[in-house]
């Protein structure tokens, strides 16, 4: 089982900037890339970055590119997210999750999430 617990959520103005943590445990080894996803009241989740723990090579959705960057520490086991230039419409619940193969484009151990706020 891999173990991911995200921090650094919080409420901020728009234009301002957030950096997002997750911390992975357990058989990290197995893992192919992790991911972040978010949650909108009343939305459902959708992507929105992905890094591959060899290689580190990124991919993001088209509504964050050039703001948000993800990505990792190996030696920390450790995956994150700065978030630039916030709009309010990024208000959401924040999920990291793992992905175990390249092959399945599924992801299977979620954290619990951290709520970003972006006010007007």
């Known amino acids: 089982q891999v173990q991911l617990v995200e921090s650094g959520g919080g409420l901020v103005q728009a234009g301002g900037s957030l950096r997002l943590s997750c911390a992975a445990s357990?058989?990290?080894?197995?893992?192919?890339?992790m991911g972040w996803f978010r949650q909108a009241p009343g939305k459902e989740r959708e992507f929105v970055a992905q890094?591959?723990?060899?290689?580190?090579?990124?991919y993001y959705t088209d509504s964050v590119k050039g703001r948000f960057t993800i990505s990792r520490d190996s030696a920390k086991n450790t995956v994150y997210l700065q978030m630039n230039n916030l709009k309010p419409e990024d208000t959401a619940v924040y999920y990291c999750?793992?992905?175990?193969?390249?092959?399945?484009?599924?992801?299977?151990?979620w954290g619990q999430g951290t709520q970003v706020t972006v006010s007007s």
């Open positions: 357990g058989r990290t080894f197995s893992t192919y890339a």
């Open positions: 890094i591959t723990w060899s290689g580190g090579r990124t």
């Open positions: 999750a793992s992905r175990p193969s390249a092959v399945v484009s599924s992801y299977d151990y």
